[in-house]
Structure formats: structure tokens, C-alpha cells
């Protein structure tokens, strides 16, 4: 072999090996996120054990997260610690609730002075009311804390907005923003909360979305801004640009299963199957049983005209849970438009067992019968539904069954 050619392939194993390696701890990250989202702390330790951090904060702080979540407080210290090696403050509160566990009183207070003076800054009730927090209340350190010019009139403002929100009194805590804001047009989580709760009050996205983008001009990587922007973004039918937030999160934040699963949605809505499907499978990696992965990939297939692999999933995903009759509609549709009327027919049968009085469904169970040319039936089944206020099955009544 010509010496270049041993060269390139070295340099080309290293690139895939690499290219493995990073892979492979993607899936482990991830693997971690599902388990911390299901609670199962015990599982995400054991997974936590197993992955090799090389000091990606993303990975750092979800193993941070697991060892917390058990009790191993020594060890979610260590990699809190890591995360905060910039002295960005994004863990103090964190490691404050860690040195209270360990009743290291004078660690909790160094780190909840350091907290409230960094961008990460809690709420005053995270303090006030957390539980781990409870010694250090009671403790000489919490007087000469507590009594500090802690928080600003604006956070305090904030803070009300958010209890006449969380109370259901939503105009009270808008009018608390409106007021804060034409005080101080420079506070991005007015903008923040503003728009969440006027989504809540009226569902005005227009306005929503307006002070989002005020909020992302303040602060253009924060995840959570990003994150809301491109959920609204999506149900507002703007899919690219809601891709593309997603993506700023996902880049902001790495290996979040929720914003993957999003990602996939986004795309699938694009008509960008290939792309869709790819997030799929980063999601069953870290999680092959997720019913609602399975769903999505079941759906996507189906929106890419392919019914078999779309016939898989949903059947994956009826294993779960037989009784799931948004499955049973979704997989009934990829045997009718696969041909196989009589499969649909009976998927569109359990369905109707669980839920007789929807008119869809009848429908749906008329169709499979038309096209097995089974009319007489299926016009019974037309009338069913459209007795049931589902009008579309008239179309075929009037045409098939009138004569």
C-alpha cells in the first residue's frame, strides 16, 4: 500500500473512531435525560456510572443530577463543581442544596451568595421554602443572609406576577408586567412570563411571539426562551422557524429528549422524513419502549407513504397499550391506505368497542368495508357516523348509498 494511502486510512479510522465514540456518548446522555424525566433516579446512577464525561458540561451536570437525586451528595458535588468551573454560578444553588445535605452550613451560605449574584439567580421562595434548606434556615448564617438587599424591586414584582399566575389570576399578573416593563424595557423574563401568560389568558401568539423575540434579543441563549419560542412557533403551524429554535436549544442544551422529539415533529411537518426519522432513532436509542416515539415514528412513516415500517411502529407501540384507540385510528390508516381493508377494518373494530359514540370512527370502519366491496355495510356504517355528527361520511351517502 502506497504510504499516502496508509495515512488516510489512519486519519479515516481515527475520524470514525471518534465519530463512534461521540455517538455513543450522545446516546448515553440521553439515556441519562429519560431516565431523571421517568424518576428513575437509581437507573440514571447506574447509567451516570458507566459514561465518560470528557468534560461536556451537558454530561457533567446530568450525572451531577443523577448522583443528587440518590443521595450520593459527595459525588454530585464533584461534577456540580466541574459544570461551575467557569464560575458562570450555573450550579451554585444546586451545590447549596448539596452542602446542606451534608450540613456543610458555611457552603451553603458561600453558594446561595454566589447564586443570587449570578445570572442563574433563584426565586426567593427556592429559598425560602426548600426543604433541603431547612437546617440552614434555623442556623445562625440564614439572619445575616436573609436580611441582605437580596432582591431587586423588579424580581419582587417578578415574584407576585408569578403567584397571581400560578393562582389563575392572570390579568392581575399581567397588569404587574405591563407595569414592570414600561418601568424597565431591558427585563427579559417580564417578556418571558408576559407572553406565557397572555398565551394562557387569550392565546394571542402574535403578541406572544413579539415579546419572545424582545426576550431572545436581551438574552439570545437562553434555553428557555429558545425553547418556548419554538414550541409556539410550531403551533402556529411555523415549522421551519420552529426547527430552527429548536435546534438554537438543542445546541444550547444537548441531549434533552424532550427538544429531539421536537426536533423530529418539526421536520416531519417540513416533509423532511429522512431528517425526521433520524431524531426517532436517537430517541429509541436512549429509550425503545417510548409509546409516544413509537407513535411519532409510526406517524412519520405514514406521512412518507410508507406503511409498512408506519404498521411496525404503531404495533410496537399497541404492545404497550392495546387500549390506545389514537393508535388503533393511526395504524388502522396505514392497513387501509396499505390496501389490507380487512385489518383496517378490524383496527378501526376494537376502536370503536372502546369509544362507540365517535362518529370517526364509523367512518373509518365504513371505508374499510366500501373498499372490501362490502357497500350495504359500509352504508350502515356511513349512517352510524353521520347520525354521530361526523358529515364527511354524507359525501358518501349521498353518492354510494342513495341508490
Known amino acids: 500500500m502506497p504510504p499516502m494511502s496508509k495515512w488516510l486510512l489512519l486519519i479515516f479510522s481515527a475520524l470514525f473512531?471518534?465519530?463512534?465514540?461521540?455517538?455513543?456518548?450522545?446516546?448515553?446522555?440521553?439515556?441519562?435525560?429519560?431516565?431523571?424525566?421517568?424518576?428513575?433516579?437509581a437507573q440514571a446512577a447506574e447509567q451516570a456510572d458507566s459514561v465518560s464525561s470528557n468534560n461536556n458540561t451537558r454530561i457533567l451536570f446530568l450525572k451531577a443530577e443523577a448522583y443528587y437525586y440518590?443521595?450520593?451528595?459527595?459525588?454530585?458535588?464533584?461534577?456540580?463543581?466541574?459544570?461551575?468551573?467557569?464560575?458562570?454560578?450555573?450550579?451554585?444553588?444546586?451545590?447549596?442544596?448539596?452542602?446542606?445535605?451534608?450540613?456543610?452550613?458555611?457552603?451553603?451560605?458561600?453558594?446561595?451568595?454566589?447564586?443570587?449574584?449570578s445570572d442563574y439567580k433563584v426565586s426567593s421562595n427556592q429559598i425560602e421554602f426548600n426543604d433541603d434548606l431547612k437546617k440552614f434556615r434555623n442556623s445562625p448564617y440564614w439572619e445575616s443572609f436573609w436580611k441582605g438587599d437580596l432582591y431587586s424591586a423588579d424580581e419582587k414584582s417578578l415574584e407576585r406576577a408569578q403567584y397571581y399566575?400560578?393562582?389563575?389570576?392572570?390579568?392581575?399578573?399581567?397588569?404587574?408586567?405591563?407595569?414592570l416593563i414600561e418601568k424597565n424595557k431591558n427585563n427579559d423574563r417580564a417578556y418571558f412570563?408576559?407572553?406565557?401568560?397572555?398565551?394562557?389568558?387569550?392565546?394571542?401568539?402574535?403578541?406572544?411571539?413579539?415579546?419572545?423575540?424582545?426576550?431572545?434579543?436581551?438574552?439570545?441563549?437562553?434555553?428557555?426562551?429558545?425553547?418556548?419560542?419554538?414550541?409556539?412557533?410550531?403551533?402556529?403551524?411555523?415549522?421551519?422557524?420552529?426547527?430552527e429554535y429548536f435546534q438554537k436549544a438543542d445546541k444550547i442544551e444537548p441531549y434533552r429528549?424532550?427538544?429531539?422529539?421536537?426536533?423530529?415533529?418539526?421536520?416531519?411537518?417540513?416533509?423532511?422524513?429522512?431528517?425526521?426519522?433520524?431524531?426517532?432513532?436517537?430517541?429509541?436509542?436512549?429509550?425503545?419502549?417510548?409509546?409516544?416515539?413509537?407513535?411519532?415514528?409510526g406517524l412519520i412513516y405514514y406521512d412518507a407513504e410508507k406503511y409498512q415500517p408506519s404498521i411496525e411502529y404503531l404495533t410496537n407501540a399497541l404492545y404497550i397499550n392495546s387500549r390506545r384507540i389514537d393508535l388503533l385510528v393511526a395504524r388502522g390508516k396505514a392497513y387501509f391506505d396499505d390496501g389490507q381493508y380487512q385489518r383496517a377494518g378490524m383496527d378501526f373494530n376494537i376502536a370503536i368497542d372502546l369509544d362507540i359514540q365517535n362518529g370517526e370512527l364509523w367512518y373509518y370502519k365504513g371505508l374499510a368495508y366500501f373498499y372490501q366491496d362490502k357497500k350495504d355495510q359500509a352504508c350502515k356504517y356511513f349512517k352510524k357516523a353521520s347520525f354521530l355528527n361526523y358529515y364527511k361520511a354524507d359525501e358518501y351517502l349521498l353518492k354510494e348509498c342513495s341508490r
Open 70 to 117: 440518590v443521595g450520593q451528595w459527595e459525588r454530585a458535588i464533584q461534577f456540580y463543581r466541574l459544570v461551575n468551573q467557569d464560575n458562570s454560578g450555573q450550579t451554585d444553588f444546586n451545590l447549596a442544596l448539596c452542602f446542606a445535605n451534608v450540613n456543610r452550613l458555611d457552603s451553603v451560605d458561600y453558594y446561595l451568595r454566589s447564586n443570587v449574584k
Open 193 to 243: 412570563y408576559r407572553a406565557q401568560y397572555i398565551i394562557q389568558l387569550n392565546k394571542d401568539y402574535k403578541y406572544a411571539l413579539g415579546d419572545l423575540k424582545t426576550a431572545l434579543k436581551l438574552k439570545p441563549n437562553k434555553f428557555e426562551y429558545n425553547f418556548l419560542m419554538a414550541q409556539y412557533q410550531l403551533e402556529t403551524f411555523k415549522n421551519k422557524k420552529a426547527y
Open 165 to 179: 399566575a400560578e393562582n389563575k389570576q392572570l390579568s392581575l399578573a399581567l397588569d404587574i408586567l405591563d407595569e
Open 17 to 41: 473512531t471518534q465519530a463512534l465514540c461521540a455517538q455513543t456518548l450522545e446516546e448515553q446522555a440521553m439515556k441519562i435525560d429519560d431516565l431523571l424525566q421517568k424518576k428513575l433516579y
Open 257 to 297: 429528549n424532550n427538544v429531539c422529539y421536537y426536533l423530529a415533529q418539526s421536520a416531519q411537518r417540513m416533509g423532511q422524513y429522512d431528517l425526521a426519522i433520524s431524531y426517532v432513532d436517537r430517541l429509541l436509542k436512549a429509550d425503545d419502549r417510548n409509546i409516544e416515539t413509537l407513535k411519532l415514528a
